[in-house]
């Protein structure tokens, strides 16, 4: 599938001051660029090599760099590529791309050089992906799976779906074609035992699609509790800056304060709220309001509870409205005379209740772990070996799941054995456009528009 194109280029770093910078060439004229820069040239040196050089423009020397060699098909885009290592600034590296582009390169789009690489063939487009999510990953869980897709274990996963459906697609065929030699006596039942089977593997394979939301983007989590419980001195600790104002009068915060923090390998998106009370301040009644939606649009919510006060029935209220969804319990002011014992908050039905002190940062590891277990352990977690499929992949396992499930209605109706190769070939297309195997260009364009420009 390698097409020949004009030679690109692009500063292949994050931009700013840094020890190192890298120019990134790749393209049929990768080497002959290269070597109209540099004091001394590179065409003629192997693959996977490094040599010192200086890059020149007329007879001004601009940097001395090494200059990374990778010949085609042994390089990421699986042509001829060159990556010129400079000195990290930003104006140096920019200088050098200049070079690069006035001896005839040509300024690389958004992701071009990792689409380069899914069209001729060095990755397949869910690897592709993974590129960028690996890039992108903001924790641990993250990575894993970025990892583990760009390893191929999506893909794997995939191409047994497609030539288990392709097999029973020939064999219809082939049945339908050659009578006497094919009998489909039968047939209908081991094909729906087969489809029952492919069924099962999509369904787990979606079971981790709202999982790598959470792990690429981060766990939509609300603040939620009365007024002056804490709320918002939890947010400035997981924030570690002032973000929200703590003050000793009750009700200051009125509207939704967002911010994305790591809590140890986790990513939250937080949001401090406005304490839920009864109040005749028509601005605070909106910002009451807009705490509950946001509670219950969350994925998460961490429940303040001022431990240095007894129990209220306002407290009570809250604990059984966040107990339909996942709620970590916080009994905050951990620190003074407490007057609420866990046993009592698990006695109003919550499950995760946690000792914990906003002011002096108590119980932060234990709020760790907790939201570990919750969402990357038992019922979220061993799902495909840290897999997690994204919306464009979901799409097409639905697509495929749903084909399946017609094929079945037509089994159950005692339908002709070609009615199930229409429904059957459906399944393959729609698998294919996860790999990229029966994709349509203007989708692979869109998926490659979101990438970093040097990637």
């Keep these: 599938m390698r097409e020949e194109r004009d030679t690109i280029a692009a500063i292949a ?157 020939a064999w219809i065929e082939a049945a339908l074609d050659d009578p006497e030699n094919y009998d489909l006596t039968g047939y209908p039942h081991k094909l729906e035992e087969r489809i029952h089977g492919f069924i099962q593997s999509l369904e787990e394979l979606l079971r981790t699609a709202d999982n790598g939301k959470l792990r690429r983007e981060g766990i939509p989590t609300v603040i939620l509790g009365l007024p002056n419980a804490g709320k918002s001195s939890l947010m400035n600790l997981l924030t570690r800056e002032e973000s929200a104002i703590v003050t000793e009068i009750a009700g200051t915060t009125r509207d939704i304060l967002t911010e994305q923090v790591r809590l140890g390998e986790l990513t939250l998106v937080l949001s401090d709220t406005a304490g839920i009370r009864e109040s005749e301040d028509r601005i605070e009644q909106i910002g009451v309001a807009r705490a509950k939606q946001a509670a219950a649009a969350a994925a998460l919510i961490l429940l303040v509870l ?46 995760t209740v946690l000792s914990f002190s906003a002011r002096r940062g108590d119980g932060l590891e234990a709020l760790e772990r907790a939201v570990t277990a919750l969402f990357f352990g038992g019922e979220f977690d061993n799902q495909s070996e840290e897999l997690a499929i994204n919306a464009r992949h979901k799409e097409a396992l639905t697509e495929a799941k749903e084909s399946l499930h017609n094929v079945e209605a037509s089994i159950a109706a005692g339908m002709p054995e070609d009615f199930f190769s229409i429904d059957l070939a459906a399944a393959y297309r729609a698998l294919g456009t996860v790999t990229g195997d029966s994709v349509e260009d203007d989708v692979v364009n869109r998926i490659f528009e979101k990438f970093c420009t040097g990637k």
Excluded at 17 to 30: L, M, T
Excluded at 75 to 92: K, M, P, Q, R, W
Excluded at 102 to 108: E, F, H, L, N, P
Excluded at 309 to 324: D, H, I, M, T, V
């Design 306 to 351: 001022d431990a240095s006060k007894p129990l209220c029935e306002e407290e009570r209220a809250l604990l059984s409205y966040a107990a339909a969804q996942h709620t970590i319990v916080l009994l905050n002011k951990a620190d003074l005379s407490q007057q609420i014992s866990k046993e009592e908050i698990q006695n109003c039905g919550a499950a």
């Design 13 to 169: 770093t994050a931009l700013g001051e840094g020890g190192i910078g890298i120019v990134r060439i790749s393209g049929p004229e990768a080497l002959r660029i290269a070597d109209s820069i540099l004091d001394r040239p590179v065409s003629e040196a192997a693959g996977y090599t490094v040599h010192y050089r200086h890059v020149k423009e007329q007879s001004l020397i601009l940097d001395e760099v090494l200059v990374t060699v990778f010949r085609a098909p042994h390089s990421f885009t699986a042509e001829d590529s060159v990556e010129i290592n400079c000195h990290g600034g930003l104006y140096l590296l920019q200088a050098v791309l200049n070079a690069v582009l006035s001896a005839g390169a040509r300024m690389a789009e958004p992701g071009e050089f990792s689409k380069r690489a899914f069209l001729n063939g060095r990755m397949d487009l869910s690897q592709a992906e993974a590129v960028m999510d690996l890039i992108q990953a903001k924790n641990s869980h993250a990575l894993r799976a970025a990892v583990n897709q760009l390893d191929g274990r999506l893909s794997e996963k995939i191409h047994l779906l497609r030539t288990g459906i392709l097999d029973e697609l």
